[in-house]
């Protein structure tokens, strides 16, 4: 960048995303928010030299010219690369089909949506998952059966805000947590769920302590006492919303008695705070993370959106946007009507699971045609998916047919999905794994090829990189590129060019895909990148996106599909294990502030801050184990342990445990014989198993939270 210059871009170094504007002064290169509510970068973004030029970082093509167990790598040159990528994916093809070629991808990372699908549309997989499935996948299919689209949360207009475990702070989550601030200073007031006192817990007016995984419970709680007392919004259920009388017969047995009894909370409080919710000018439940992990989770969710709707809360606080009109989305880019019928129906996990899958993704088709759209939207990507454990189960050969080629694309897959193990049989019985990375994470220590990818920094932008609301947003690249590294646009139009399938893919470069994106809007990227976003209308529909056009809150897509509407509670079971031996109650989260998921362990100055992955527990198990504040201990579940260092911590309520997620040691040894850099020792996809029981039964996503039985062993 010259002297004086400015560009903005937007970080992902973590799913914040916040916009950021960088200015070139005196030679220096300066990084600064864009949003003036932020005061400062977090101290990730600030360290963006340290991570762009890391020693450890791939900057070339690389080859396994060892064994699976014990890599030996080689740099080759892309066009090798993609030569020898290209004739294996067609050898698999050519044997098993293209429903034995699947993908795990996360958007967000590779800043680009749609093309990864495009290229399996074209290719006939079906068989594509994100791991944003376990962040918000849940509350994707969910949200869209209920009101046909996911919500938003108008920050502005809230005057309750309504957290489930959510614990912003200036490292995590800086723009929301900022957006929180400025409500608590208005006067909203805030009811934070969560077991543990975290620090946006002692700012709540009321503080809800559940037992872990019972929220479901606390919000059927919630819409009895609700309707019983006529606190609902009589005129909007009326005129928009389908199946409130069966609700009303239904939840009435979820009396406050009961539903405190579930959750070890006292009755009174559950009255109460149902009365705040409702009795509120324009409460907001903002998406959060515990949401979509626990065996309850669609039952949760689907609470969650019958109290919106009920209690007349949207399109006040809570935005139903739609598609937007105006540049093409990323489900025009996926082009899904490419894949025929035959092969979407071979998607793994369909009949099983069919609320995420292709089969959901069908009965949306009327709705959309109404507001004179050809296909339904893919929103938030985590429509029309293929079912993550089951896909595992089939690249291990365990049915219902091989899988035999996987892309693992801006996504560490081994340590991003429950049943660490599973996932990396199935990486070992491939013929072809291909991951797109910048770090020999422990899944690209299984690959056969390690592309390198660019950073955020290095590359023009244009979002939302999945379909959720109607804005389009920009950013430009402010460094070159280090060594050989690549856009994934560009790898795919390299792989598709080589296979027969380059009319699929007739744009040059991502800047000609962009141009493509933009051109109903009659302005190509650089003339409509030089703001940072353009608020794209939302399509005029005057009613909901569901069958009925309405609110559904007993979705009719569910029981097209078999799935019983009526929202319950379950008790979470774990079969036959033996509750005195596993004493504790594990979750995974409460996310580190100096890394995301996997990702920042490499970067020395963020490490020492947080230089081990830390294991809650109370001073009181604490004691009673003889565990001291630093020690390393074993936390064991039935499906497997990890080794964590002791952290006592009052916040943590007694009996139970929190494990980090996301833990490996990029400095040690590769390779599976290696432990895969310390991921086999401390990841939590190892303790959480992938099996029904520990699934959301409607949509097979693992619970990562609430219920399962842990030890510890000193
Ligand atoms: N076991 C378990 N699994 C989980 C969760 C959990 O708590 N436990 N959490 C879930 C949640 S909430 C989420 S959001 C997902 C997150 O899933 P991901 O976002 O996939 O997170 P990571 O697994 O850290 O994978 C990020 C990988 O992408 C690479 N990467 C980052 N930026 C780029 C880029 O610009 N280009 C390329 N090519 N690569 C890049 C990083 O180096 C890293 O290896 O995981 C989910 N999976
Ligand atoms: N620095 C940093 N920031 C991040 C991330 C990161 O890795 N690093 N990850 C990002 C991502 S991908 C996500 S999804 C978000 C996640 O961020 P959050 O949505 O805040 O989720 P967690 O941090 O996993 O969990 C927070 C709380 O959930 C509570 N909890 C656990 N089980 C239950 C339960 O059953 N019910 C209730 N009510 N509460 C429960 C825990 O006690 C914990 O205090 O953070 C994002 N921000
Ligand atoms: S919170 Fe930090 S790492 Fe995350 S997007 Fe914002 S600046 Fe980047
Ligand atoms: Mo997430």
């Given at each position: 960048m010259e002297n004086g210059e400015s560009r903005f871009a937007t970080c992902v170094f973590c799913d914040g995303s916040c916009p950021l504007s960088a200015a070139c002064d005196e030679g220096e290169l300066n990084l600064s928010p864009l949003n003036p509510a932020i005061p400062a970068l977090c101290s990730k973004a600030v360290r963006w030299r340290d991570y762009v030029d890391h020693p450890d970082r791939i900057v070339r093509p690389r080859k396994n010219v060892g064994t699976k167990r014990n890599p030996v790598w080689e740099d080759i040159s892309w066009d090798q690369a993609l030569d020898e990528i290209a004739e294996k994916l067609t050898r698999v093809v050519e044997q098993y089909g293209p429903e034995a070629v699947a993908a795990s991808e996360m958007p967000l990372n590779i800043g680009i949506g749609g093309v990864t699908r495009r290229f399996l549309n074209h290719l006939g997989s079906p068989n594509y998952i994100t791991p944003l499935l376990l962040c918000m996948g849940n509350t994707a299919q969910v949200h869209r059966a209920v009101y046909g689209w996911f919500t938003g949360p108008n920050w502005d207009a809230a005057d309750l805000v309504v957290y489930f475990g959510q614990d912003r702070g200036p490292e995590r989550w800086p723009v929301e947590f900022h957006k929180l601030n400025a409500a608590l200073a208005r006067g909203a007031r805030l009811i934070e769920v969560d077991p543990r006192t975290t620090e946006t817990a002692k700012r709540a007016d009321e503080r809800i302590a559940l037992r872990y995984g019972t929220d479901a419970a606390l919000l059927l709680g919630w819409i009895n006492v609700i309707i019983s007392e006529g606190l609902y919004d009589r005129e909007f259920v009326e005129a928009q919303t389908t199946g409130f009388d069966e609700l009303a017969c239904w939840v009435a047995q979820y009396t406050p008695e009961k539903v405190a009894s579930i959750c070890g909370i006292e009755p009174e409080q559950v009255v109460r705070t149902a009365r705040m919710y409702a009795q509120a000018e324009n409460a907001i439940i903002p998406w959060g993370v515990v949401g979509d992990m626990s065996v309850n989770s669609t039952a949760m969710l689907q609470c969650q959106c019958i109290l919106r709707a009920i209690c007349g809360f949207l399109n006040k606080s809570e935005m139903v946007f739609g598609p937007g009109i105006g540049a093409l989305s990323n489900t025009d880019i996926a082009?899904?009507?490419?894949?025929?019928p035959e092969q979407r129906a071979k998607q793994i996990g369909i009949d099983a699971y069919p609320l995420m899958s292709f089969k959901a993704m069908e009965l949306y088709r009327p709705a959309f045609e109404r507001i004179g759209l050809s296909q339904p939207s893919d929103i938030m990507c985590c429509s029309a998916t293929a079912t993550p454990n089951l896909v595992f189960k089939a690249m291990a050969?365990?049915?219902?047919?091989p899988v035999k080629a996987f892309f693992a694309v801006g996504n560490n897959t081994v340590m991003s999905y429950a049943d660490q193990g599973q996932v990396i049989e199935g990486l070992l019985n491939q013929d072809l794994v291909v991951v797109f990375d910048h770090w020999m994470t422990p899944t690209a220590q299984l690959a056969d090829y390690v592309l390198p990818g660019d950073t955020w920094l290095e590359r023009d932008f244009m979002g939302p990189v999945f379909d959720v609301a109607p804005a389009t947003t920009f950013g430009h690249a402010f460094i070159e590129p280090r060594g050989e590294v690549r856009g994934w646009y560009d790898v795919l139009k390299g792989l598709a060019d080589r296979m027969g399938m380059g009319e699929a893919f007739p744009w040059n470069t991502k800047r000609d895909l962009y141009d493509h994106i933009l051109s109903p809007l009659g302005a190509p990227f650089d003339e409509a990148s030089v703001r940072p976003a353009i608020g794209k209308e939302a399509v005029a529909h005057g009613s909901f996106l569901t069958p009925s056009g309405k609110v559904e809150l007993l979705p009719s897509v569910f029981e097209s599909l078999g799935i019983d509407p009526r929202p319950a509670y379950v008790e979470h079971c774990e079969p036959g294990v033996d509750e005195s031996a596993y004493p504790f109650i594990i979750f995974a989260g409460?996310?580190?502030?100096?890394?995301?998921n996997t990702n920042h362990h490499q970067i020395a100055h963020l490490r020492e801050l947080e230089p081990e992955p830390l294991l809650f527990i109370n001073p009181v198990d604490a004691d009673e184990l003889g565990v001291e504040e630093g020690a390393w201990v074993r936390v064991s579940t039935t499906v497997g342990s990890v080794e964590l260092v002791a952290h006592i911590d009052a916040v943590q309520p007694e009996g139970t445990l929190r494990v980090p997620h996301g833990w490996w040691k990029p400095e040690t040894a590769q390779g599976l014989e290696n432990g895969l850099s310390g991921a086999q020792l401390h990841n939590d996809g190892l303790l959480f198993s992938g099996e029904a029981w520990n699934l959301d039964p409607v949509q097979g996503l693992p619970n990562l939270r609430g219920g399962i039985r842990a030890k510890v062993t000193v």
């Open positions: 082009d899904f009507p490419a894949l025929s050969g365990k049915g219902p047919y409460a996310r580190d502030a100096k890394s995301y």
